[in-house]
């Protein structure tokens, strides 16, 4: 076989112009296909894992995914807010053995702030009812103090003590920055591969101290309340954006769930993050089977220009297999020869394909974990992976086997003098 | 006494879908380090019987016998195996892998041969060796095949197929390309290297002017 | 061109993986039917987690339905009292620590990566969206020992462990059942559905 792979290195080498454009292709389906399964890989590991331990998200009444993206992965908007009085009521219900309230609405260059209580720190789990840790500091305990996510600390370069500025909205438009008001770094969180990395946490009441002389969504002109006077107001929060439940009885959840739906006062939602989470994964479910679809049509594509290619060559090589022949190589050999250049190509194509994908997930991985709160993308091979390529593999096995083949049947044909 | 290098016996051959035999040969016999020129017109079954003699078809009739081994006792890889071995072939033209160097094309019999690899020693060295005898510039080892000309590349193929010293070489019309002064030369460049390995030579022309170089010769009827 | 054709199937066959929706319609039960019987759990029934001396009716005992005017406030009473039993709906307390296996629909809770760690088992089909939450006596917590994959929101499955008796809501002193789940087993389609 040694000689076989000298030769097919060689032959392949002889055709680079054609045999290049199908490992183009070969490449680019195998791409699609490796990106497709492990941008659902991360997404899916990121999103199971960023909330657990909560039975019931509650918020405005709206779509449920829309929901539990801003609630949990702080993207998106809320349409609506939920009344503090409505958030006491259910909170005091005699099923529900703990409440967080959640304000969103700011950012940090960038970065989603939370408004939350301690008890946040307490209550939040994920992945596998893993609670948070902090690295440095505590929780935020005075009023402009705040606790940032391990990613936040990190891309800024902040440490304890720091003085941040919050800014309203996403923070793009310029003269929304809450500038009179600036908050102190107290605590930094140890990284959880969840949004909350990329969070900074502060109080409630804190929010409601920078909107005192805001009205509807910007500063009042001419009304400037300094920092050092706020707390004589009244913090108390009117609104909150949602609120997280835990219960005594995990079983108890449907029947409070219906009690919130019939809550008469105000439209409210409440979701099971596990149920909401499924529900966005069937639909990402959908979206991912097409494009592995296509991107297996892509690959057949590439496959069946491959075979193409061979094939139409090989009228021209019969007095080159001939010879080969002549030296003692039997049809056999001839049927691995071609064998081993359609494989030698699609290798070749899923190194490529390996190349181009490490490197999109090293560079552009921190980029959808800002833009979608996914988890940095893996740069190693996954399992899932691991098994698409071999599937890949077996197909342009199977797809060699055509033209080899017929290669075989014609060199059986010819012999050592092929009649041409 | 060694047996013959070639012994063939009552040898006819047909296709399975014809009626009429393509090739019948009664006899024909060459002992080692003889040469053999086999003349006869097209469509007389030349390429039937280099096919029979290296063992990719096996006859209808009759056995032909290499070095004391009747092919037809052999199974077709074992017969791969014994051409790779034991055979040598020069054809007409398209001798040479285009894309292969002109090293690498001498050399390739060595790869499908342990035992003419071994034979070798040193196999680069002697493929050198074997061009320098055939009077091929030494510089154009390195060039891929098809840069040469068809002069050229006649004398590579016989290269090929005398490395290893195999102990049958087949030529198949191999100076019907070349130019008619480079003819005589050829075949005498041929005929002393096939002898320097005490090879049989077979030798397949229509060219009856060249049957003077040989020590048989033998006609195929139509 | 037999390949061509051969590599298309292939890839087809390849593609439609099994996501066969299970064809329930809302408050739809499982028919109960014989699990390969499993030799350390006892198959039980929905029902069975009722006690039997429970009867949610109970308020409408003694009234006399058709002497009753439209909107009698003693009618409107008794359908309150009736919903709040069954609220309150107790559990049967022979059933703590008992080794058993009981068909329903899953609402996985927890997950880690594609697999469930936690689930609440129910009755019927949309139990979470569509109809009445089923009483407190009709809903399992189960708590995998191992994580189990290819659960979805209302697949079926036999779940087979040990139930335990749950203190629930700390004033009111409700229970609830809870199960560790040992052993999952998908509850096979009937013929006819998808």
Known sequence: MKPLLHIALKSAWNRRLTLGLTLLAISLAVTLLLSVERIREAARDGFAQSVSGTDLIVGARSSPLQMVLYAVFHVGEASNNVDWKSYQAIAADPAVAWSVPLALGDSHRGFPVLGTTPAYFEHYRYGDRQPLGFTAGQPFSGLFDAVLGAEVATKLGYKLGERITLSHGSGQLPGQAHADKPFTVVGILAPTGTPVDRTVHVSLAAIEAIHLDWQGGAPIPGVAIPADVVSKFDLQPKTITAFMLGLHQRSGVFRLQRKIADYRTEPLLAVLPGVALDQLWQTVGVVEKTLLGISWLVFAVGLAGLAAVMLASLNERRRELAVLRSVGAGPRHILFLLMLESLLVTLLGVLLSLAVVTSAAWLGGPWLAAQFGLSTLPLALSLGELRLLAGIFAAALLVSLWPAWRAYRLSLADGLIPRL | MNPPAIAITNLAFRWRSADAFCLELANATVNAGKSLFLHGPSGSGKSTLLNLIGGVLLPTHGSVSLLGQALGELSASRRDAFRADHLGFVFQQFNLIPYLSVLDNVLLPCRFSTRRASRVGQPEAEARRLLAGLDLDPTLLGRPAAELSVGQQQRVAAARALIGQPEILIADEPTSALDAERQAVFVELLLSEAKRAGSAVVFVSHDLRLATHFDQSLALNA | ?194
């Open chain 3, 1 to 194: 061109m037999l390949m061509i054709r051969t590599l298309l199937l292939s890839i087809l066959l390849v593609l439609s993986s099994p996501a066969l929706a299970e064809d329930y319609r809302v408050g739809e039960r499982l028919t109960q039917r014989k699990a390969t019987p499993a030799p350390n759990y006892r198959e039980i029934e929905w029902d069975d987690l009722i006690p039997k001396d429970w009867d949610p009716m109970a308020a409408f005992k003694g009234l006399n339905m058709s002497r009753l005017k439209d909107s009698d406030p003693k009618a409107i009473e008794a359908l309150e009292k009736m919903k709040a039993a069954w609220a309150e709906a107790p559990v049967e307390p022979s059933l703590d620590g008992k080794r058993v296996k009981l068909a329903g629909f899953v609402v996985p809770l927890e997950r880690k990566g594609d697999a469930v760690l936690e689930l609440l088992l129910v009755p019927y089909f949309g139990a979470c969206i569509h109809t009445p939450p089923p009483p407190a006596n009709q809903i399992v917590h189960v708590v995998l020992k191992k994580p189990a994959e290819g659960l979805k929101t209302m697949s079926a499955f036999w779940v087979s462990g040990t139930l335990s008796l749950q203190r629930g809501d700390s004033s009111m002193g409700i229970y609830g059942y809870r199960m560790t789940g040992e052993q999952l087993d998908p509850y096979p389609l009937p013929k006819g559905m998808k």
